[in-house]
């Protein structure tokens, strides 16, 4: 079959069922075009061609005798290279990990087994920053311009979807790292509720505020994937157990009646022009097609920022403790006694972003700091907990920014990290309520750049997002 590339795996999945595609087919057009695009856009950490192509003509054998297969059966996908993958390297991006071989896989990688697993996916360094230029190994490029970065931290995840080197991949989100590379790269991402999808053998970064999720070409790929990792899993005791079921049951039905919000505080001083005018443009659109857009004001925001940074780099802190170049993981060769060891394994085994964060987090979990700091930020997300609950007894959802500007250029934000986590400023809020939130293309930028719009809705609300976006995704026409 010719234009594999072109269709999405909702279709890909229709064509493997009736017999004219097979999965080894798609499995080698994606390969061809992973050697095509890679040595520009350096996506991948870890391609695994052989094994993939075992993979697939394994799937086609068992499709052949009749077996009940995955929903996603056969699909080529990627993972986020902080997803445990038995027997297949998995570095975080850090060559505190460089060597690590889990025993295990992780339970959305368990979720896909039937899938046809291309490699590991680049990020920034144990998942913390906002550009994917924090790797040990090498920056990824954006596919929409080489010379801009593609977001972060997931940004192998959307760079690979958007580049055509995977047909949907998984990402992770800490506070906005699917959905503002999604945003940078113009393809859909999902950050969902918080305990939907279990997190066990996700290396931590933050364990109050990670979550997995998917990054594909449309809303409708989107649905099929987080339907198929979602779920309880007794090994992660922050996943809800409750009846999950189909997330695309309601794409096609209409949005007419309902009420979405459009806070004031996601407006004002710092946002890109065209973004505004992009995302007021969706609201337009959506109102046409029967929404009501309501203004609202949620003033508690302004705090989940500094918020988000004590509480995330309090818990990294005390995470990436356990990297003490003892039980696995970088051992300096140069040490005197064990504390020299533990000092030049850290020093030597991290980069310059995670040790920032963990002096960060050390600092305000310190004695005479905690309360100053830590303490009064878990009261700050008390009151955003509320905030958006308030909003969210009026409104069926609330439609924002992703992020204040497109992708910048490579290299423009790295010699001041503040800067770069004002990036993140209307995404962290979603995760220090533990809310589900969507990104999906709704314009460009005068230099062609993709700029994306953030749905939020209320706990477990994924699917009535899918409903929204896939109606407005539907006017637009899907990004391709």
């Given at each position: 079959?010719s ?27 994606y ?68 060597h ?11 979720k ?105 070409r449309?809303?409708?790929?989107s ?19 409750r ?22 505080e996601f ?38 920022l ?118 993140d400023?209307y ?7 533990g ?14 750049l ?22 407005f ?8």
């Open positions: 079959m234009d594999i590339l072109k269709l999405s795996a909702y279709e890909m999945r229709q064509e493997m069922e009736q017999g004219r595609l097979s999965a080894l087919e798609a499995t080698e057009a390969l061809a075009e992973i050697r095509k695009r890679e040595p520009e856009v350096g996506a991948y950490l870890l391609v695994e061609e052989e094994r993939a192509k075992a993979q697939a003509q394994s799937i086609d054998a068992r499709r052949a005798k009749g077996e009940r297969l995955g929903a996603l059966a056969g699909i080529p996908m990627a993972l986020k290279d902080n997803l445990c993958t038995k027997g297949i390297r998995t570095t975080c991006a850090s060559r505190m990990l460089e690590f071989i889990p025993p295990y896989d992780a339970f959305a990688v368990e896909l087994r039937d899938s046809v697993l291309l490699g590991k996916l680049n990020m920034d360094e144990f998942a913390m920053g906002s550009s994917t230029e924090n790797s040990y190994f090498h920056p990824t490029k954006n596919p929409a311009n080489l010379e801009h970065v593609p977001g972060g931290s997931s940004g192998g995840s959307a760079a690979a979807v958007a580049a055509g080197e995977a047909a949907f991949s998984l990402g992770s989100d800490t506070g906005g790292s699917i959905r503002q590379p999604a945003a940078f790269c113009g393809v859909v991402g999902m950050k969902p509720t918080y305990g939907a999808v279990s997190r066990y053998g996700l290396i931590a970064f933050a364990s109050s505020l990670d979550q997995i999720g998917p990054l594909t449309d809303v409708r790929d649905a099929l994937v987080l339907s198929a990792i979602a779920g309880h899993d007794r090994r992660d005791a922050t996943s809800v157990a009846e999950y079921g189909d997330y695309g049951a309601k794409l096609g039905k209409s949005i007419r009646g309902m009420k979405i919000a459009v806070p004031e407006f004002g001083e710092g946002l890109q022009g065209e973004i505004r005018q992009s995302i007021l443009t969706a609201a337009k659109t959506m109102e046409r097609q029967g929404a009501e857009i309501v203004q609202v004001s949620m003033p508690a925001l302004k705090n989940a500094p918020a988000y940074y004590v509480i995330s780099s309090a818990e990294a802190s005390s995470n990436l403790a356990r990297f003490d170049g003892i039980k696995y993981g970088f051992r300096s060769e140069n040490f005197e006694g064990i504390e020299q060891l533990y000092e030049r394994s850290h020093s030597e085994g991290f980069g310059a972003e995670v040790k920032r964060r963990i002096m960060l987090g050390s600092f305000v979990l310190s004695a005479g700091y905690y309360d100053a700091y830590y303490k009064k930020a878990l009261e700050v997300r008390t009151l955003i907990g509320r905030e958006f609950e308030r909003v969210l007894e009026q409104c069926d959802m609330i439609l924002a920014p992703v992020a204040p500007t497109t992708a910048y250029r490579l290299g423009e934000k790295t010699g001041d990290p503040l800067q770069m986590y004002l990036g400023i995404t962290v809020p979603v995760n220090i309520a809310l589900p939130a969507l990104s999906l293309p709704c314009g460009r930028d005068a230099e062609g993709p700029i994306g719009m953030q749905l939020i809705g209320r706990a477990f609300g994924e699917a009535e997002l899918y409903q929204a976006a896939y109606a995704e539907q006017e637009k026409g899907a990004a391709r």
